[in-house]
């Protein structure tokens, strides 16, 4: 059965990835408009109608921004922790309120016939932040995403350690971060340990991915100021050994990650 794993949208402008396997699509996150998020589906040969679940990673607008346009004439269910759901960052909630599977922080769901999802906790500034883990029954295949923390978690550690495939996210440059121009707080918020994790954070622990048997590594939710693609990825690659193929997410096009 045939599976493909693609980003559509990274970034603070907005995030959505979209994994294809066999006739089971869904979504992490629709943080971009619903005219983008069906653009971009159809782009790699899908379409709205095709998706079978959402699940959102946390409550932060450039993670749900097309989420209730997207879903709430479709009534497309919506995986999502209960604290999400109740800081939604408009008035969402009663739109998608149908819509909403909510869940505690940890959960597992199993969407289609084969595929496993399991939930585990990052370290980032909102109510409740997320990543997942999805576990293919039939090619024991697996994939995990995360994205928007501030440190490597034991839970992320745990559950992104061993997957074949990982997103995961490279945000800034220190350097060019302190440099930049972004006020003091913003900048402590951004280096902080509920923030988001630098190309050396990143750097490091894709270097643990690779060792635990990862083969394809995607860098991602890059900051268009505090970062660019060739240094991200260039910081990231002379940490590993060559094992695992090294990608970085566009902001707004579709980028492959795997297809087995």
Known sequence: MKTQIFSLFSGSSGNCTLVRHGGTELLIDAGVSCRAICSSLRAVGSAPENISAIFVTHEHIDHVRGLDVFCKNRKIPVHITRPSAENLPYAAGTALCDCFVMHNILFSENVGDDIS??????????????????????TGESFALATDTGYVTDGMCSAMCGADYCVLEANYDESMLMCGPYPYPLKWRILSSSGHLSNIDSADFAAELEASGTKGIMLAHLSRENNYPPLAERTVAAKLCGEARLTVAAPSEPVLLAEF
Not at 121 to 136: Q, T
């Open 117 to 138: 999802i399991h939930s585990f906790a990052v370290s980032h500034d909102s109510v409740c932040s997320v990543g997942y883990r999805l576990d293919f029954a039939d």
